[in-house]
């Protein structure tokens, strides 16, 4: 199972991105999808997560209001749109397919991972 986060970049503080999550040769609609980003010299941290339905969703405190998670089951894609950003959001974003139904904020709750996309957010 292939999974892929893409739609990152540079952008000014202030600035928005909107990072995608497909999976190749599998389909997402089954299970929870989580992001998590990774900065330099820092542990991996959870962003976001969404249910298999859209139906729930979860944020960490640093980006609650500020990034929204949605999926397009038709399209097997998550998407993360992430407005507000700010130099501390800078880091390598990951996404993760749950072993469950249901997205948490726990890495050990994923069974698949994709490679990253970078954000890089300029002050």
């Known amino acids: 199972v292939q999974l892929q986060a893409s739609g990152g970049g540079l952008v000014q503080a202030g600035g928005s991105l909107r990072l995608s999550c497909a999976a190749e040769r599998r389909t997402l609609s089954n299970n929870g999808v989580g992001w998590f980003r990774q900065a330099p010299g820092k542990e991996r941290e959870f962003v976001a997560s969404i249910s298999w339905n859209g139906g729930s969703t979860s944020y960490s405190d640093s980006v609650k209001g500020r990034f929204i998670v949605s999926r397009d089951r038709a399209a097997n894609t998550v998407y993360l749109q992430m407005n507000s950003l700010k130099p501390e959001d800078m880091a390598v974003y990951y996404c993760?397919?749950?072993?469950?139904?249901?997205?948490?904020?726990?890495?050990?709750?994923?069974?698949?991972w994709g490679r990253g996309t970078q954000v890089t957010v300029s002050s």
């Open positions: 993760a397919s749950a072993r469950s139904a249901y997205g948490t904020m726990y890495s050990r709750d994923y069974i698949y």
